[in-house]
């Protein structure tokens, strides 16, 4: 059955990785219908809104988004770029990807880390007798999506009815109580139960299906113990039912250290949302920066599928784009696994893995070179040579 994909350029160099995946996907025989859906900063500037009602409305009607880059701003910045016809009417801008996760509940956030052999800027550390080793990593962080510091819910001069509440905390009566409110921003972190058990049971559930030995919970129970506490809890609980595969616990300060220590010791690791955030990106710098890192993010319904890189404005303008498409097929990948079509999947990665083996085609961030338009020059692939290097290593 031919599928229908909402695809979401968004902004800055979204566009041109995504329409290169769009290619990845032709060339492996995915037959689907692609329907353009609005999102962005643009959008935010001209409407007021970054992420469209009309949007919405896609995704609850197709369920399955690829989604390229979004380019989020400091509060003083996306008020002075709204239309002026917009200002003043008490608008504020929220990041569209965040908003999208909490409409449609995607919370289950999947970022696979993986090395791929030959790629340059693999992690390598010094071993014994001045040895270079480049351990194997290999390692999916499942990072609860919706709740905790990306809840959203938060104040700068907290009303009457949050600061009484505050203020009914002792620490907080003590600590604060002489901060004029005015000057006081509060961010709060709030975890559910049963929010937890999902993402607790997604990561369980993956590590025994692909044969991971140790799940990993990653968090900072003997600070925040309310929070991490309860997922620390919740996850003793679950891997009662998985007897075959080791629960780990780590605090996302000391997993910081151990990420260069001994990654390769590492298998699926469960984060609440800031600390996943962090510690996705750490492992995605073991194995080639973001120019590698895909990401799913998960509802029951509605799945969208992303690149975990910014916008990289400063880039989406050259005649020739240069950067590394890789991350947006990999996402690619992970929608093909979500939909049934692994065959596909196993196909696309297996092609990466001969180009980056190979060594003929490298993006410039492999090459190392400082992103310019004069990369080209220097032996960097543009974007286009390196997805037709992948569709060539396809067949």
């Known amino acids: 059955m031919k599928r229908t994909v909402v695809t979401m350029p968004g902004d800055g160099i979204g566009g041109a990785v995504l329409d290169e995946t769009l290619r990845v996907l032709e060339a492996v025989g995915f037959e689907a219908d692609y329907v353009h859906a609005d999102i962005g900063w643009e959008f935010w500037k001209k409407e007021g809104n970054p992420l ?28 002075a770029e709204l239309d002026p016809s917009l200002q003043d009417k008490g608008l504020v801008y ?72 505050l203020m009914s905390h002792p620490k907080f009566e003590k600590n604060f109580a002489d901060v004029p409110r005015k000057d006081l921003a509060v961010s709060t972190r709030i975890f559910s139960r049963n929010a937890c058990r999902r993402i607790l049971t997604a990561a369980f559930e993956y590590a025994d299906k692909f044969g991971y030995k140790s799940v990993t919970i990653c968090e900072k129970p003997n600070v925040i113990r309310e929070t991490s506490g309860m997922l620390r809890e919740e996850g003793r609980k679950i891997s009662e039912k998985y007897p075959n595969i080791d629960l780990w616990e780590t605090n996302i300060d000391a997993q910081m250290m151990w990420l260069t220590k001994n990654p390769e010791d590492y298998g699926v690791i469960i984060s609440s949302n800031m600390f996943g955030d962090i510690v996705s990106d750490g492992f995605a710098g073991l194995v080639g920066g973001l120019g590698f890192a895909c990401s799913a993010n998960i509802g029951e319904e509605v799945a969208v599928f992303e690149p975990t890189h910014g916008s990289a404005p400063k880039y989406a303008d050259y005649e020739v784009p240069i950067v590394n498409p890789m991350a947006m097929i990999l996402s690619a990948c992970m929608m093909l696994d979500h939909i049934g079509e692994t065959e596909k999947a196993v196909r696309i990665r297996k092609a990466i893995e001969t180009v980056i083996a190979e060594g003929k085609i490298r993006s410039y961030d492999m090459l190392k070179l400082k992103g310019s338009q004069d990369v080209l020059e220097k032996g960097a692939a543009s974007t286009t040579e390196m997805t037709d290097a992948i569709i060539s290593a396809l067949n």
């Open 52 to 79: 469209p009602d009309r949007t919405i409305d896609l995704l609850e009607k197709y369920k399955i988004a690829l989604f390229g880059a979004i380019t989020s701003k400091p509060k003083d910045k996306t008020l």
């Open 94 to 165: 929220y990041s569209p990807i965040v908003a999208m996760r909490q409409h449609f509940n995607l919370d289950v956030c999947m970022r696979p880390c993986k090395a791929f052999t030959g790629n340059p800027l693999n992690f390598i550390r010094r071993g014994p007798a001045d040895t270079i080793e480049e351990p194997p990593v290999d390692v999916v962080i499942f990072r609860q999506n919706t709740e905790g510091l990306y809840g959203g819910v938060e104040w700068t001069d907290p009303p009457d009815n949050v600061y009484d509440a």
